[in-house]
Structure formats: structure tokens, C-alpha cells
């Protein structure tokens, strides 16, 4: 069990610079950011959902004190990669394959925070041979299991409770709300946004802690607002193929999987890691505890060094 301290260590760089594109085999667009020596070892980023490329711009000191190349993309209609209506979660490491031979990287790491943990797992799971290693940095769990259902805040709750009946389309149970989010975060003042979630039992205390520091908090601000620069779909849409079957078990995963997560975590509780430590052929647990879901931030040189 880690037990560092939860100040915050940031290095954000300037989040109004314009981002990489790639384009896919299917003409969409792509958007990506990178941090780090520019030659060094590559490492995938996935974003959080509601998230952004901007997520990363944390991790760029560390990067380069570890010689670490990451690239953090967009996901399909978040921030400014092109929607692809009806893709599932499989569906998207097809992209990050791309992406991967795009850029002449044979192999390479992932890892991903919150929603982009799923991701984590879905690149293992279907890119396994060419992934040197990865991490899952307080990532989701496959909420469709009761046991895991049952922790998670009320919203969330409703949503994975009601989600069989969603199919592959954002039906208007997902669309309004994230309509709602979306707006918030674009109108609102930063400490009122951060306020109200925290409020909602969204955040921990020690989220609270880290987010009370300006530059976090508008770092926070920054990525969520870029993931719905293109409006809600893309955002909703993202989050409701995590609520639903993945497509694949988590018992059909081989590749060695490091799994991060604060105990205090109130957006993806501690069970979800545990549950997935439980059910992974291979995997390492590593518990920062009495932190929440951004401890990640605090903590990017002693995650590297793991690797």
C-alpha cells in the first residue's frame, strides 16, 4: 500500500496549443497530444470520460525526467476527434492501432485514468502482443456486475441500472444530462463547478484537497470543457459504452496489468480495483491510500518508476 502524500505536483503546459491530427483509413480525424522527449519510449494515454487529450499536460515533467514519449488522443467526438456513431469499445483500439502504425510504433505502453482504464483493458485484451506493458490508473470495472453496481454514486447508478435497455445508441437518458454537464462547465466559475461535485459526492475529501489548488482546478476545467467542444454526443455516447458490455472478460486478459487506485476514491470506487485485481490473470495492485481519483496527479514519477 503506497501512503504518499496527496499534495499535488503539476507541470501543466499551455492547454490553448493546437493538437497533432491523424487521419484513419475510414477519413476521420484524429486528434492527439504529445509530452516528452520527443525520440523516448512510447506510452499511450487514455483520457477520462467526460475527458480530453488536455488530461496529460500533468504528466509532461515526469515524462521527461523518464524518458517517456506519451501520446494522449482524443476519443471519437471528444475534443477534436471526429464522432464515429455506433463504434464499441473493441471497435476503438482499432484506432489506437492505427495511430500506433501511423507513427512507426511496433510496440508501446498504455495507460489510462477513470474511463480511460476501460481502455487500458480493451488494448490489452485485443493488442496484447504489441503492448510492452499496462497500467490502469483508477480506471472503471465492468459495471454491469451487481457487486460493482452497487458502489457507485446514485447517478451513476440509475444510469448503469437502466443502460439494458440502451442497446448501441445515446438514447435521451444519457444525452440530457451530459447536455446539462457540458453547459455547467462552460458557463459556471471553476470553484462552483468543482463545488457542486463535490457537493454531489462526486469527490472525496482529498479530492477536494487537490482541486482547492487554482492550477488543478483549472486543469479540471480545461479538459472536461475541451471534451464537449463538439457539443454532447460524443461525450454521452462514451460513457455509455462503458456502462455496457465490454465484448470481452476480464478472465481473457494475459497481459501483466498494473492497476492504480486511491482508496478514497468516490468516482470509481477502490472495489472496482480490487474486483479487477480479483478476476486478472495478471495483475498488481498498488493502493494510494486515503487519496481519491485524481491522485494520479501527485503521483506521476513513482508510477513511471513502477514500469
Aim: hydrophobic share 40%; proline share 6%.
Amino acid at each position: 500500500m503506497v501512503t504518499n502524500s496527496i499534495t499535488p505536483v503539476f507541470s501543466f503546459q499551455d492547454s490553448t496549443r493546437m493538437p497533432k491530427f491523424f487521419t484513419l483509413q475510414d477519413g476521420r480525424q484524429l486528434a492527439y497530444e504529445c509530452v516528452g522527449e520527443p525520440i523516448g519510449r512510447p506510452v499511450f494515454f487514455f483520457h477520462g470520460s467526460p475527458g480530453s487529450r488536455l488530461e496529460i499536460l500533468s504528466a509532461t515533467a515526469a515524462a521527461l525526467d523518464h524518458g517517456w514519449q506519451i501520446i494522449a488522443p482524443d476519443r471519437p467526438g471528444m475534443g477534436q476527434s471526429d464522432f464515429k456513431p455506433g463504434y464499441t469499445l473493441l471497435d476503438y483500439t482499432d484506432d489506437v492501432r492505427q495511430l500506433a502504425d501511423g507513427l512507426g510504433f511496433n510496440t508501446f505502453g498504455v495507460m489510462g485514468h477513470s474511463g480511460g482504464g476501460t481502455t487500458v483493458l480493451s488494448c490489452a485484451y485485443a493488442l496484447g502482443k504489441r503492448l510492452d506493458f499496462a497500467l490502469d490508473l483508477g480506471g472503471w470495472a465492468p459495471v454491469t456486475v451487481p457487486e460493482l453496481r452497487s458502489q457507485m454514486t446514485a447517478l451513476d447508478r440509475f444510469f448503469a441500472e437502466r443502460i439494458s435497455q440502451a442497446q448501441n445508441t445515446t438514447p435521451i437518458l444519457f444525452q440530457l444530462p451530459f447536455t446539462v454537464l457540458g453547459l455547467a462547465a462552460k458557463t459556471l466559475p471553476t470553484t462552483t463547478f468543482i463545488r457542486l461535485l463535490y457537493q454531489s459526492k462526486y469527490f472525496c475529501d482529498a479530492d477536494y484537497a487537490v482541486l482547492s489548488v487554482p492550477e488543478a482546478a483549472n486543469a479540471l476545467m480545461n479538459t472536461v470543457r475541451e471534451s464537449f467542444r463538439q457539443g454532447s454526443e460524443g461525450p454521452a455516447y462514451d460513457a455509455l459504452i462503458r456502462y455496457q458490455d465490454w465484448g470481452f472478460d476480464l478472465a481473457e486478459i494475459d497481459v501483466p496489468i498494473h492497476i492504480f487506485h486511491g482508496s478514497d476514491d468516490l468516482s470509481a470506487p477502490y472495489s472496482f480495483a480490487q474486483y479487477k485485481h480479483r478476476y486478472l490473470a495478471n495483475s498488481q495492485l498498488h493502493t494510494y491510500a486515503q487519496e481519491g481519483h485524481f491522485f494520479l496527479w501527485s503521483h506521476w514519477n513513482d508510477i513511471m518508476e513502477t514500469v
